[in-house]
């Protein structure tokens, strides 16, 4: 029996994840939590095989710190991270957090459950043509290197610039900061040109480098 812990910020989307899994023979969902902390906390408590994470929450600890901080309590746990975005920096971030996966929110039921039983096994899972885009990143990001730019930035862009690398949409960190939608493209703009940067998944390299997301290489 896979024992499964869920932990993501919608309940409605653990209301049908539930309904799922319990009606797999071999699986069994233990405990549901609504954020990161909880989700450690929950995992501490029902010690499941399988934590299922979802990367986006943007209440209290986000998916990829709670990773980063269970792995270390409990370090036999897998975990299988859930997310809306397909692309490769969240790919990367996930890996380098200590994901045993990453699997999309929509991908098919029978992906999911293949996912699961994957991980459980302590195997590493990521949806088709992941490997190659993961080993891409990976290249460009050691080339990347470090840069002493970052002291160029004011407090607010690097606010912008960890929650980026966190996962948040604009509209998500516009929120959090109290700030419009258009001055988070601003400041994520003179991140980019102050920092030499092109893209997103180079950001995000950055900010685990430079210990903003609490792990790094």
Request: with cysteine; glycine share 8%; hydrophobic share 40%.
């Amino acid at each position: 029996m896979i024992k499964i812990l869920l932990v993501d910020d919608h309940a409605v989307v653990r209301m049908g994840l539930s309904m799922l899994l319990n009606a797999h023979p071999d699986m069994r969902v233990v405990g549901e939590a609504s954020e990161g902390n909880e989700g450690i906390q929950k995992a501490l408590e029902h010690k499941p095989n399988v934590v299922i994470m979802d990367l986006s929450m943007p209440h209290g600890k986000d998916g990829l710190s709670a990773t980063s901080e269970l792995k270390k309590l409990m370090p036999e746990v897998n975990i299988l991270i859930l997310t809306m975005h397909d692309d490769e920096e969240y790919l990367f971030r996930a890996i380098q957090a200590g994901a045993s996966g990453c699997i999309l929110k929509s991908a098919p039921h029978d992906e999911l459950l293949a996912a699961i039983e994957t991980v459980a096994k302590g195997d590493a899972y990521l949806h088709p043509s992941a490997t190659k885009r993961l080993m891409e990143e990976y290249m460009g990001a050691v080339r990347q290197g470090s840069t002493d730019t970052f002291n160029l930035l004011s407090d607010r862009e690097k606010e912008v610039l960890t929650l980026i690398a966190k996962g948040f949409s604009n509209k998500e960190i516009a929120e959090q900061l109290v700030i419009s939608v258009k001055t988070v493209e601003t400041h994520k703009g003179n991140v980019m040109e102050k920092l030499q940067l092109k893209t997103r998944p180079e950001l995000v390299q950055y900010a685990i480098k430079k210990g903003l997301l609490g792990y790094g290489l």
